[in-house]
């Protein structure tokens, strides 16, 4: 079904068991592939960030009974921009902005791009390999 709705921004399927699937998508399709999770009722669970050297990657899971499904996209590491989901899914927004805080992950229109755990003028992010 998302491969009808995003056609050739759907860069890899990977199931690793019979409920569970890992979806790799284009920057910028994402917000494509969650509004359809939405409208089928999924529900977001937690997004994490993960630093894959030349990139950085968000990885969405959601829970689409009886579906698990984790939704990735990425960026490059020296502009490091994916649009916000926090308007679908308003809780997206927390963990976003530990996205931003922690692997320097510019989610752009973010509602509320402030840092939660580290000092405003922090400059490092903890969660990159360097």
Do not use: C
């Amino acid at each position: 079904m998302l491969r009808t709705h995003l056609r050739e921004n759907v860069l890899e399927v990977t199931p690793t068991r019979r409920n569970r699937v890992f979806i790799k998508v284009q920057n910028g399709s994402h917000r494509q592939a969650v509004k359809l999770f939405q409208d089928m009722g999924g529900h977001l669970s937690v997004i994490s960030s993960v630093d894959l050297g030349e990139e950085l990657e968000l990885v969405y899971h959601f829970e689409i009974t009886p579906l698990q499904v984790s939704l990735k996209t990425s960026a490059p590491r020296g502009n490091p921009r994916i649009e916000t989901i926090s308007d679908f899914y308003p809780s997206a927004a927390w963990y976003e902005r530990e996205a931003m805080e922690m692997m320097g992950i510019i989610v752009v229109n973010h509602p509320d791009p402030r840092h939660l755990f580290l000092p405003d003028d922090y400059t490092e992010y903890p969660l990159r390999r360097y």
